[in-house]
């Protein structure tokens, strides 16, 4: 009698073993495993194994380009984060916290696209047919050419395919979608992986457009395996909290377009819309208080001006706390021990918080020099005018270094009526602005 194989898979990341473990070598997840059946482990097997025909290799220059083609989900910051429009046959991941906007967006987007004749289908697993049209009445977002299909199961929404050639296609959510042919509960690593990889196939053998909502962990990220955003084309993720009014939508991967732009929605009564004039809505022009610095950061090709607040106050417990909100905390550390070192700045007993307004996360660096500027401003209790924005990386040896699109942030300033700028050196470009250069971090001290 044959030995039965017993194969188990992290819930976590879909990575198998032989054995049974406490904690997942790949993710480190703890109790993550689980055994799966024959039929379950002969799927994994399918959809690790390559099934394509041999091929032979041709040279680069031989390559014939295939042009991209779009059209446009009506909705023009959606059109600038996917590069500028939707892509037939493409596969779009689209993750975010629940109550953010992600259903939201999407039935507009749907009904956008069905009011130019093209046949959509809104496919949700959440909700009734009734409440979708509840919010589609909210949202006035009544189209002919807008279908709805309350199913979790994925045969039957591939038999609603067959009945009628749709354009686009919105999965809500791909967590409780399920397969009849796998013996595993919707949301399962083996469900998410062989149904993604099913829409993955029919929006290339069809050239339709498909759109998978994804539910994110408490860490952030996609619930599901990893594999998951490997195999779609478009990984996009909302950011802020749904109790604010301003909401971005970030592109983490886009085989079609650039990755680095956002869009940047506002929630109202007729739903979530494209933000209009946002120039001024990261920072509060008419209150002028310490622990207050202004600057610039390129989200993508668009600058935008943020307000870096602080607070430091005295601590009263033996370990001083230092939170940041919209920074990185590893960095914030960084600056403060910089601030002890070159500045002799006694920070040490002090409680330090930083927060970024408006919801956003500075990835870059460019707003090192604003970071400390606030930082120093609430430590000595004095105002910085609003006027004013501060520019620069700031290294660990206390040197202050120019950042990229320095003309570009200028002119946004120059547009909000900044009139006075600190940065490493004088730029090359022309500028109404005042400029002040500051190349070292103890300079910063002498224009307070």
Known sequence: MAKKKVLFECQNCGFTTPKWMGKCTNCGGWDSFLELSEHQQEVVKQTKSTTSKSSKAISIKDIEENEVYRFSSMDKELDGVLGGGIVPGSLTLIGGSPGVGKSTLLLKVASNIASTNKNVLYVTGEESA???KLRANRLNSNEQSLYLLSEIRLEQVMLELEHKNYEF?????????????????????????????????IAKDRGLAIFIIGHITKEGSIAGPRVLEHMVDTVLYFEGDSSQELRILRGFKNRFGPTSEIGVFEMRSEGLVSATNIASRFFNRNSTQAGSALTVVMEGSRPIILEVQALVFESHTPNSKRQATGFDNNRLNMLLALLERKLEIPLSGYDVFINITGGIKIT????????????????RDRAISKETIFIGEVSLVGDVREVFGLGARLKEAAMQNINKVLISKKPLEKTSLKIYIVDEVSKLLEWY
């Open 130 to 132: 009734g409440q979708i």
């Open 169 to 201: 296609l919105i999965i809500d959510s791909i967590q409780t979608m399920y397969s009849e042919n796998i013996s595993s509960a919707p949301g399962s690593v083996t469900q998410v992986r062989q149904i993604t990889f099913e829409l993955m196939r």
């Open 364 to 379: 870059e660096t460019s707003a090192d020099l604003a970071v400390l500027a606030a930082i120093i401003s609430s430590f």
